[in-house]
């Protein structure tokens, strides 16, 4: 069975930083390209990042670019988002996800950037 379960979310001011964290199992992890999606409130799931589990390239969505950077660890399972400057407009909950479309994702983790 695929579990993904993500934490590190919490409220910070806008300026500050968090570092998200996915825990996987289930699933041979080095072979999925992993990705972050998040949903603001009354808004749809937003693709912001992945990385390739072999070349370890990775992918921004430009809403991110220059202040997110993803990266994984692969012997232990596990995917990290650190998230610098943030913006109010970066409230949402942020999932780990398997796959681009967020469609096999976590329960998700709360990050509110409010000051």
């Known amino acids: 069975e695929v579990q993904l379960v993500e934490s590190g979310g919490g409220s910070v001011q806008p300026g500050g930083s968090l570092r998200l964290f996915c825990a996987a199992s289930?699933?041979?992890?080095?072979?999925?390209?992993m990705s972050w999606v998040r949903q603001a409130p009354g808004k749809g799931l937003e693709w912001i990042a992945a990385?390739?589990?072999?070349?370890?390239?990775?992918a921004y969505a430009d809403s991110v670019k220059g202040r997110f950077t993803i990266s994984r660890d692969n012997a232990k399972n596990k995917l990290h988002l650190q998230m610098n400057s943030l913006k109010p407009e970066d409230t949402a909950v942020y999932y780990c996800?398997?796959?681009?479309?967020?469609?096999?994702r976590g329960q998700g983790t709360q990050v509110t950037v409010s000051s």
């Open positions: 996800a398997k796959d681009q479309s967020g469609r096999t």
């Open positions: 289930g699933f041979n992890f080095r072979e999925y390209t």
């Open positions: 990385m390739n589990g072999v070349n370890e390239l990775t």
